[in-house]
Structures are given as C-alpha cells and as structure tokens.
C-alpha cells in the first residue's frame, strides 16, 4: 500500500479470529461488514440466487489452500493472491460514511484503518472492482423479482494453491497509540486472517483446541449413537445392528448443517471477543495518553 501513497494506520491487539463464507457449489465469498450491520445468510443467499440454504461458513482449510490465510485472517487483502481470483468479495456499503475502514492485514494481531476510498484504490490496482451493497435489505426474490445480487456469484470455483514454503508476513510500520478522533473506533467486523503465507497445511488446517468444528461435530454424533441405537431398538424391538445404516444416513445428512450451525456460533464468539479485546486495547491506550498530560 505504501507504493501506492495509500494512507493508513495500523494498530496492534491481541489474536482474533473469523471466517469466510461458501456455497453449495463450493463458490467462495469475502463478505466485510460494519460491526452494527445484521446480515441474515438466508436473505443474503436468496439475494444471490442460492436458494434459503445455498450459503454456509466456508470449512477452515479454505482459508489456507485460497485465500493462503489460517483461520481468522480473512480479509480484502487475501484476495491479492491469484488462488483468491475467483472468490467474490462484497462490502457493507457503509463504510462509505465511515472515515476509517478497519481490516486485518493478513495476520490476526494487528488491525489496518483506512478510509474506503483508499480500500478501492488498493482493490483496484489488483484489478478489483469494489462492490457496496446494502447488506440489511430484504428484496423480494421471484419470478418477476431477480436475485438483485446474483451479478456477484463467481462463475468459476476457486483452485487450492499450491503447498508454498513458509513465509513471513511483509511487516508494516505499527502504531501503538490510540486514534484521537471517535470516528477511528473500530465500526468494523474484521473479516480476515493471515498468517505464514503458504504454512504447511497441517498447521492450521486442524485447530489443536476446541475450535476444531469437524472434531466437534464428530463427537455429538459419537455420544448420540449409542444413546439411539440403544433406545430406539428398545422401543421398536430391532437389533441394533439393524440400526446402524439408519443412524449413518441420519449423520450424513445432518453434519453440514450441523458444522454450518457451529460455525457461525464460533465465528460469533470470535467476533464478541475481537470487539471486547480491541476496546481494552483502546481503553489501556486513552488512559496511558491522560496519565501522560
């Protein structure tokens, strides 16, 4: 950005992490929201022209094989990557009344401020168009009412990039101090998270804590399975055995919605805790600059 005299700011803050939305097709989806905007999935996909449930948090290892982020680091930014071309990227339109936009710059510990003209001059040298919708309207969607965003569905769906050595992230000068002016409080939902460029895919790919969705998922059916089978054969007086192939196809059908689900409650924790550990950061900082006068 400095190559392109983009003014910005950069504030440090302790690790947070969201996530990136996917269709069913496997589409993939950047979506940046002020942090009062509500965004309905349900709308925003029938917008899209993805039916009610078209649109879903995308599964972690996307992050790393397109937008060459690990969890937490998803952000405009990624999309510079050639693996991110076809992941289409859609901004709350208010950041238009905002004077500072706030971003993570592919790594979750640190937060980028710009206005959103300098956001489209950034898009655009990567030859980005920026798009500001309203992200809170409720079209109607039918045969004479089209999808009014499905100009945004990506034709294609993205390549994972290839495995690449691990890299640094490019480091940008830091600013400790707390912005003056309110308009610099954080308005935003930072979307992104970036760390080593290309680190190994069993880096991030599998959370080592609880943040593992498919390791979660996984364990809900393993503690339902036997209580099912158990009661089930009871009352119908069927082997359980018999059982079994009925409780799999239950399973199947049920884990993407189920890992959908608790995603979005993770991706809402993360968020809450970004929000509740970037205000601290600012807080600390408003209260170092009064002892200091």
Same mark, same amino acid.
């Given at each position: 950005?400095? $190559?392109?005299?983009? +003014?910005?700011?950069?504030?440090? @803050? ?9 269709? /069913?097709? @496997? ?10 905007? /509500? ?21 972690? +290892?996307?992050?790393? $094989?397109?937008? !060459?982020? =690990?969890?937490?680091?998803?952000? &405009? ?10 992941? *289409? ?14 971003? @993570? ?23 980005? !168009? ?23 569905? &990506? ?9 690449? +050595?691990?890299?640094?992230?490019? %480091?940008?000068?830091?600013? %400790?101090?707390?912005?003056?002016? /309110? ?11 970036? !760390? ?29 399975? =036997?209580?099912?089978?158990? $009661?089930?054969?009871?009352?119908? %007086?069927?082997?359980? $055995? ?21 995603? *979005? ?13 970037? +205000? ?14």
């Amino acid at each position: 950005m400095r $190559e392109l005299n983009i +003014e910005f700011s950069c504030y440090d @803050h302790p690790v947070v992490l969201t996530v990136e939305e996917q269709d /069913k097709k @496997h589409r993939l989806y950047v979506v940046s929201a002020l942090a009062g905007t /509500k965004v309905d999935m349900k709308i925003l996909s029938q917008r899209l022209g993805l039916g009610k449930g078209g649109l879903r948090m995308a599964p972690e +290892e996307n992050l790393l $094989e397109v937008l !060459q982020v =690990p969890l937490g680091c998803v952000t &405009p930014f990624a999309l510079l990557n050639e693996s991110a071309s076809a992941v *289409s990227l859609l901004l709350d339109q208010g950041f238009k009344s905002k004077q500072s936009c706030y971003f @993570h710059p592919l790594t979750n510990d640190v937060t980028i401020a710009l206005s959103s003209s300098n956001l489209d001059k950034f898009l655009m040298s990567i030859g980005r !168009q920026p798009a500001y919708v309203d992200l809170e309207a409720s079209p109607v969607v039918g045969k004479d009412n089209p999808p009014d965003l499905a100009d945004f569905v &990506p034709s294609g769906v993205p390549n994972s990039a290839e495995p690449i +050595e691990k890299v640094t992230p490019t %480091n940008v000068p830091r600013q %400790n101090d707390v912005p003056k002016e /309110k308009t610099c409080l954080p308005e935003v939902k930072a979307k992104p998270k970036v !760390q080593n460029k290309g680190a190994e895919k069993t880096q991030s790919k599998i959370p080592t804590n609880g943040a593992n969705v498919e390791k979660f998922v996984n364990d809900v059916f393993d503690i339902m399975s =036997p209580l099912f089978l158990s $009661e089930v054969s009871k009352k119908l %007086n069927v082997k359980q $055995e018999e059982l079994s192939s009925i409780f799999d196809g239950f399973k199947e059908q049920a884990t993407i919605d189920l890992e959908s689900v608790t995603t *979005s409650l993770k991706n809402a924790a993360y968020t809450a805790g970004f929000e509740a550990g970037f +205000e601290t950061m600012l807080n600390s900082g408003l209260k170092g600059q009064a002892s200091r006068k």
